[in-house]
């Protein structure tokens, strides 16, 4: 059985000034995609979509948090996160009962 974590709480890093702030909870029209950086759907940590292979097997299509809730509809009983670690902006996201939560944010890298 996964554990359900806790929602975040604290501050959301957005990092440079500029940036919008991250929202609690990721919508269906969220991409699943940082440029550079990790873009990442897990299920009980293992990979299930990453961004940068995609890419490199020849997948240049979008693709958004929508496509891959029809896959944790369809097997709910698992720990599934949206990732997304870029430059000077990370997050985490857990599927909750039917919603992606924030449930980590950090300054990513660089």
């Not at 097997?57 to 693709?63: L, Q």
Request: hydrophobic letters at 35%; charged letters at 25%; one cysteine or more.
């Amino acid at each position: 059985m996964w554990k359900k974590l806790s929602a975040w709480t604290g501050e959301i890093h957005k990092g440079c000034g500029c940036a919008s702030t991250s929202p609690r909870v990721a919508g269906p029209d969220t991409a699943v995609a940082i440029g550079f950086g990790v873009a990442q759907i897990q299920k009980d940590g293992q990979i299930i979509f990453d961004e940068m292979i995609a890419e490199k097997s020849g997948d240049e299509e979008n693709h958004y948090l929508s496509e891959f809730e029809l896959l944790a509809t369809a097997d709910p009983d698992h720990d599934w996160r949206l990732i997304l670690y870029g430059p000077l902006n990370g997050r985490v996201y857990q599927r909750q009962e039917g919603q992606w939560v924030l449930v980590e944010s950090n300054r990513g890298f660089a």
